[in-house]
């Protein structure tokens, strides 16, 4: 296999989110790719299988396990396809649905990718299980923000969301791994969505990943395609509208991704951001 790595959401690689892209993975077994996951390190590869209709069968593996779907990995696919084979759309199928992907070059010659994700959803978090996110967290129900409930979040993977109207609460990140990622294989949770809200449109955002085997995911696609559905579907923001995520701040990889929520309530998060080889 010929293993590339790219930083998406960001065009500094000392920024972004590592992942590492197989363009064609043809062959390859499970074991094989979690395996080179694991030895590639990066919260997340992704492995592509070109088709015949033109269509690129992917999966996702952290070092850990096979995940449904991850958005920074679908990016940096996307910018390695788009540099290697030219730009233009593409289809995706994944384990959590097709997701359809867009490649352009800006004026300056940068490939930006947006994908489209499968239609996303949000549910109730039990109140037995926020209690104890928040106590594994070290947060209170006093650090939640009440404009912005929790819920549990889904746009190809799930995410709980819980917000806070405090930038200290959002910086200070320290909690037990082991019994997050205990929690969250339970309740098939892929990352936890913590965010605060700057302006109506403008947010900032911290995802642990213990199921991936890393503490801190610096951009999170997934969970941001899902955060946009569940503003839609909680009426938090006014569609259509144009969101901007600032994940990685915290811990040295600052990243920007930028969310597209359109009207339609069973419609596809837009995610889009650029993607530079490392």
Same mark, same amino acid.
């Given at each position: 296999m010929e293993i590339l790595r790219y930083v998406a959401f960001s065009s500094d690689p000392t920024g972004g989110n590592p992942a590492g892209v197989v363009l064609d993975a043809t062959g390859?077994?499970?074991?094989?790719?979690?395996?080179?996951?694991?030895?590639?390190?990066?919260?997340e590869s992704a492995f592509v299988v070109p088709s015949g209709d033109g269509t690129l069968d992917v999966r996702y593996f952290s070092p850990l396990a096979e995940v449904p779907f991850c958005g920074h990995a679908t990016i940096a696919t996307a910018v390695a396809h788009a540099e290697r084979h030219g730009t233009g759309p593409l289809v995706m199928r994944t384990q959590a649905g097709p997701v359809t992907v867009t490649t352009d070059r800006t004026a300056e010659g940068?490939?930006?990718?947006?994908?489209?994700?499968?239609?996303?959803r949000t549910a109730l978090i039990g109140e037995a299980e926020l209690a104890e996110l928040l106590a594994i967290l070290g947060w209170t129900a006093e650090d939640l923000d009440p404009a912005l409930p929790p819920r549990v979040a889904f746009a190809g993977a799930w995410h709980p969301i819980l917000a806070t109207a405090s930038r200290e609460r959002l910086a200070d990140l320290d909690y037990d791994m082991a019994a997050l990622a205990a929690l969250m294989a339970r309740e098939d949770w892929t990352t936890v969505d913590l965010v605060r $809200? %700057?302006?109506?449109? #403008?947010?900032?955002?911290?995802?642990?990943?213990?199921?991936? @085997?890393?503490?801190?995911?610096?951009?999170?696609?997934?969970?941001?395609?899902?955060?946009?559905?569940?503003? $839609? %579907?909680?009426?938090? #923001?006014?569609?259509?509208?144009?969101?901007?995520?600032?994940? @990685?701040?915290?811990?040295?990889r600052p990243s920007t991704i930028t969310v597209t929520v359109p009207a339609g309530p069973d419609t596809g998060i837009g995610v889009t951001g650029t993607a530079v080889r490392i």
């Open positions: 390859v077994d499970d074991k094989e790719m979690l395996a080179t996951a694991a030895d590639v390190g990066y919260s940068a490939v930006v990718a947006t994908l489209v994700s499968v239609a996303p $809200r %700057e302006s109506a449109t #403008v947010f900032h955002a911290r995802n642990p990943f213990p199921p991936g @085997g890393v503490v801190e995911d610096p951009a999170t696609g997934a969970a941001a395609a899902a955060f946009g559905g569940y503003l $839609r %579907e909680l009426e938090l #923001v006014a569609p259509p509208a144009t969101l901007t995520i600032h994940q @990685g701040a915290d811990m040295g």
